[in-house]
């Protein structure tokens, strides 16, 4: 059983205001919950329709009508289970040890997924976000992560102010940068990438110590430049095959 | 102006049973139109709110209120111009020569759109794709492509016939192949994608002369494997890197 109220609530973590206001987000299928359970976020309770957890305790699940599911759910097709958990504690720099993606201005809930995923893969531990990018948990992003979201640390900072204190490499991908595959490139660093229709901003750009392009390999010059996530995808690659 | 008629058969491009009956289908924006303009589509019609389209005749152009455009527009936020082309008649194989990419059944409009646009950015001229993947002109690939659908020459045939007779090396990104960053890749070659969820088909698989995998390089095991889109951009990205 799901009440008005909580169907209203649960509508409301949509937006970031009341994700901050409730300090809850929540996560859909049971593969990402799963993931999100067995990692350290806190479940606060379970909806679902027919889906077994066997590790949580019966008193947080609540079986409810695929209809109500519909009501809550931010999926065209709801898929059978929603969970809220607790947004932890603000996430704290960790390490400057390996690789850190720092992200300027990400607006793409899709990419910023996609890039938590591709972090996840190539084990870079940590992602720097301005202030202005993406919530990480917006819905769209909780599930394009697809449970990456539970072994990345993401942290919201000014990221002028920590580029110019990191004490490390700041490399950006920029149209005059040196070829990224001829370039050595050192793993103990961050790696700026830029927002989806403006690139990297200007007083950012004035910090990237080590400029890295991607050569374009068709003969046609029209070709529009890469999606950034794509991008992020070929810089990873590159950090980590020497390495 | 703009007909209910007019109206009606636009929407009706949204599906593929329709654009083939029609042999029409339809481009949003600026960017992307005059991409397909600049190309070897044929315009049937454009609308457009404001923008001037200095190389189109008058008489192709149809000024409509912003009103009349949302109504036709597949986007969230319209975007000023669509223009209907002229299906071109069926693609044929054109090249033997270089990379070719086969996609085995790719479903997601946004990813079939990412790879084309990839394609693009590393020279690849033609995808071959199975019969059951998701149409090349379907307005959502059409979008994603940014234009790049104007320079690749995207092939629907039966795949298993295809790789059977190509007479080159067939690549594949499985979980149990070589490690890409040291095998001597040929360019030379077909490159298979396989579905969003099940991978490469088994019958294809069968097909697959050079099994390559992307290594993983995160400690934790648990790590979800990469999504299509961003695992041929670092199989391209390896491709193209040494040649």
């Known amino acids: 059983m799901i009440s008005k109220n909580q169907i209203k609530i649960i509508n409301s973590l949509q937006q970031k205001k009341y994700r901050k206001i409730h300090q809850q987000f929540f996560a859909e299928g049971k593969k990402v919950i799963q993931e999100l359970l067995n990692s350290n976020f806190e479940l606060i309770e379970l909806f679902t329709t027919q889906e077994s957890f066997p590790n949580v305790p019966k008193s947080q699940i609540n079986t409810i009508f695929e209809a109500d599911l ?75 992560t697809m449970g990456s979201l539970a072994r990345v640390n993401v942290v919201y900072l000014n990221l002028n102010d920590y580029l110019k204190t990191c004490n490390l490499p700041v490399y950006g991908t920029l149209l005059e940068g040196e070829n990224i595959y001829s370039e050595k490139l050192n793993r103990n660093a961050v790696v700026v990438l830029g927002n989806e229709s403006n690139g990297i901003s200007a007083t950012i750009q004035e910090l990237i110590t080590q400029k890295i392009t991607i050569p374009r390999f068709g003969t046609l010059q029209e070709t529009e430049s890469l999606n950034v996530a794509t991008a992020t995808a070929i810089v990873l690659s590159e950090f980590c095959r020497n390495n």
Do not use: H
Not at 107 to 118: A, K, Q, S
Not at 129 to 143: A, F, H, L, M
């Open 70 to 144: 519909k009501k809550i759910s931010a999926l065209v097709t709801p898929n059978e289970s929603l969970a809220i958990f607790k947004i932890p504690n603000e996430n704290k720099l960790k390490t400057d040890n390996g690789l850190t993606i720092a992200l300027d201005d990400i607006r793409d809930p899709g990419n910023m997924g996609t890039i938590i995923r591709l972090a996840d893969w190539f084990g870079v531990l940590q992602i720097v976000c301005s202030n202005e990018t993406v919530d990480v948990y917006n819905p769209k992003v909780v599930q394009s």
